[in-house]
């Protein structure tokens, strides 16, 4: 499975942005699918996680009410829309995939893509 993230840009605080995550391969629909983030200087940490259903997500408390993750198994794409920005929502931000599992443990996904910056200004 290769990943491709894309939406990232610069925002107000306040703002929104949509990010979006497209897959190659046929089998998009058993993987569970992950959105992570890294911020300069900081460890890469959870930030949302998706079934391959579609029927269940989790997240981090500090985006909780403010970000909801999504996916469309036809398109082949995860999508995690960013609404309320803060400056402390900058980061770069992953896609990743895991198959038949729901985990917001990084180092168990099978494969990542290769990141969008995603800037908020205040």
């Known amino acids: 499975v290769q990943l491709q993230a894309s939406g990232g840009g610069l925002v107000q605080a306040g703002g929104s942005l949509r990010l979006s995550c497209a897959a190659s391969g046929r089998t998009f629909s058993s993987y569970g699918m992950g959105w992570f983030r890294q911020a300069p200087g900081k460890e890469r940490e959870f930030v949302a996680v998706i079934s391959w259903s579609g029927g269940s997500t989790y997240y981090a408390d500090s985006v909780k009410g403010r970000f909801t993750i999504s996916r469309d198994n036809a398109k082949n794409t995860v999508y995690l829309q960013m609404n309320s920005l803060k400056p402390e929502d900058t980061a770069v931000y992953y896609c990743?995939?895991?198959?038949?599992?729901?985990?917001?443990?990084?180092?168990?996904?099978?494969?990542w893509g290769q990141g969008t910056l995603v800037t908020v200004s205040s």
């Open positions: 990743a995939a895991k198959a038949w599992a729901v985990t917001t443990t990084a180092n168990e996904y099978d494969y």
